[in-house]
T-cell receptor
Framework: RKEVEQDPGPFNVPEGATVAFNCTYS??????FFWYRQDCRKEPKLLMS???SGNEDGRFTAQLNRASQYISLLIRDSKLSDSATYLC?????????????FGTGTRLQVTL | EAGVAQSPRYKIIEKRQSVAFWCNPI?????LYWYQQILGQGPKLLIQ????????DSQLPKDRFSAERLKGVDSTLKIQPAKLEDSAVYLC????????????FGEGSRLTVL
């Protein structure tokens, strides 16, 4: 089983739609979780951290389910500019940036 | 503030040739990473430095890949000899020591091995 698994997509959604991605992880000792965004032929950039209590940043909501070992990202009111690959990132250590493991990414295409 | 600088942006070589990539992290960032991203996959960590010491190189193919970070600032990643499967984007990233999760990536060096 891969350390971090994501549905590669693509998810094709119309503008204004709500879309959700899940990511599962295999190491139950994992401590820190993140979503990165990667535009086509660009470098990944941090989108948001995922906290145990869940967190929201504008149209984006991230959730963590430790019992089932998955994290999710919800995007409301999708914009064309949200089209990108969303990378799930897991690390076993809290407080350091060591051993970040990236998933393969989920591609989102928002259309008119 | 200047970001992570990488060069060259693109490189095309034939198999069995050698290639070197250079990275200059954000000033003050103690931790430096080299990732390999093959098309359609997520970045895979090759090596992590803390200042000029290696923290993790468990996934670095040491028979052909080498990396160094002299003086704890910029770093080079070398591949010798290159194989077809080394075709990928080599991403350098840096982070502040102790800052969890936020890596700052350079634009990457795209390698094509023919």
């Amino acid at each position: 089983r891969k350390e971090v698994e994501q549905d590669p997509g693509p998810f094709n959604v119309p503008e204004g739609a709500t879309v959700a991605f899940n990511c599962t992880y295999s190491n139950s000792a994992s401590q820190s979780f993140f979503w990165y965004r990667q535009d086509c032929r660009k470098e990944p950039k941090l989108l948001m951290s995922v906290y145990s209590s869940g967190n929201e940043d504008g149209r984006f909501t991230a959730q963590l389910n430790r019992a089932s070992q998955y994290i999710s990202l919800l995007i409301r009111d999708s914009k064309l500019s949200d089209s990108a690959t969303y990378l799930c990132v897991v690390t076993p250590n809290s407080g350091t940036a060591s051993k970040l493991t990236f998933g393969t990414g989920t591609r989102l295409q928002v259309t008119l | 503030e200047a970001g992570v600088a990488q060069s060259p942006r693109y490189k095309i070589i034939e198999k069995r040739q050698s290639v070197a990539f250079w990275c200059n992290p954000i000033s003050g960032h103690a931790t430096l990473y080299w990732y390999q991203q093959i098309l359609g996959q997520g970045p895979k960590l090759l090596i992590q430095f803390q200042n000029n010491g290696v923290v993790d190189d468990s996934q670095l193919p040491k028979d052909r890949f080498s990396a160094e970070r002299l003086k704890g600032v910029d770093s080079t990643l070398k591949i010798q000899p290159a194989k077809l499967e080394d075709s990928a984007v080599y991403l350098c990233a840096s982070s502040l020591w102790g800052l969890s999760g936020e890596l700052f990536f350079g634009e990457g060096s795209r390698l094509t091995v023919l």
